[in-house]
T-cell receptor, first 114, second 115 residues
C-alpha cells in the first residue's frame, strides 16, 4: 500500500517568513495529493490539493508543487501569519477504479512567532 | 451547522468494555470514512463505505472493530473488549464521490480513553 513520509515534524518561523513542508510517497500510481490543516482541537480541513497532471498550484499565500519522477510534493506558505500556526498533513491517493483512500503523513506542527 | 457530526465527543471506559461511536455525515455525501488518530500521528485509515456498502477495511483493523452504515446515512463504529492501545481520536469523514474533488469533510472526532 501507499506510504507517505512528511518532514519536518516541527517548523518554527517568524511572522512574515516562508515555510516549506515536504512529503514523499511510495506508490507511483497515486495521482491526487491534498493538504489538510488542523488547528488545535479542531477538525482537519482541506486547504489545497494537486493532481498528478499538474506540477504546481497556487492559492493566495499557499502553493503546492509536485515532482512525479521523484515522488515528492511540497507545501509552500509565504508571508506567514500567526493564524497559520497549526498542524499540516499531506496525503496521497489513487483516484481511479472507484477506490479512494487517502494515506496521510504524520503531520508538521507549524509555529509562527509574532 | 450542517457539517459532519460525531457523538460522543469524549468517552472514558475501562479495559474490556465495549464502546460505540456514531457519525452523521453531510446529508448528500455518499462516502463515509473512519480514521484513527493518535498524538503526533496523522489520521490512519480504518474503513470506508459507499452508501451502505463497506468497501474496504484496513488490514491492521482488529476483528474487535466493526462498523456499519445500515441505511447509507449515519454510521457506527463499535470496539469490543477495549484495550489501552485503543485510546485515540476516532475521526469520521464524508465525501461526495464522482466529483472533481477528493475532499474529505471531517468531523471533530470522538476521543476514546481506555483505563
Amino acid at each position: 500500500g501507499e506510504n507517505v513520509e512528511q518532514h519536518p515534524s516541527t517548523l518554527s518561523v517568524q511572522e512574515g517568513d516562508s515555510a516549506v513542508i515536504k512529503c514523499t510517497y511510495s506508490d507511483s500510481a497515486s495521482n491526487y495529493f491534498p493538504w489538510y490543516k488542523q488547528e488545535l482541537g479542531k477538525r482537519p480541513q482541506l486547504i489545497i490539493d494537486i493532481r498528478s497532471n499538474v506540477g504546481e498550484k497556487k492559492d493566495q499565500r499557499i502553493a503546492v508543487t509536485l515532482n512525479k519522477t521523484a515522488k515528492h510534493f511540497s507545501l509552500h506558505i509565504t508571508e506567514t501569519q500567526p493564524e497559520d500556526s497549526a498542524v499540516y498533513f499531506c496525503a496521497a491517493s489513487l483516484t481511479s477504479g472507484g477506490s479512494y483512500i487517502p494515506t496521510f503523513g504524520r503531520g508538521t506542527s507549524l509555529i509562527v512567532h509574532p | 451547522d450542517t457539517g459532519v457530526s460525531q457523538d460522543p465527543r469524549h468517552k472514558i471506559t475501562k479495559r474490556g468494555q465495549n464502546v460505540t461511536f456514531r457519525c452523521d455525515p453531510i446529508s448528500e455525501h455518499n462516502r463515509l470514512y473512519w480514521y484513527r488518530q493518535t498524538l503526533g500521528q496523522g489520521p490512519e485509515f480504518l474503513t470506508y463505505f459507499q452508501n451502505e456498502a463497506q468497501l474496504e477495511k484496513s488490514r491492521l483493523l482488529s476483528d474487535r472493530f466493526s462498523a456499519e452504515r445500515p441505511k447509507g446515512s449515519f454510521s457506527t463504529l463499535e470496539i469490543q473488549r477495549t484495550e489501552q492501545g485503543d485510546s485515540a481520536m476516532y475521526l469520521c469523514a464524508s465525501s461526495l464521490w464522482n466529483t472533481n474533488t477528493g475532499e474529505l469533510f471531517f468531523g471533530e472526532g470522538s476521543r476514546l480513553t481506555v483505563l
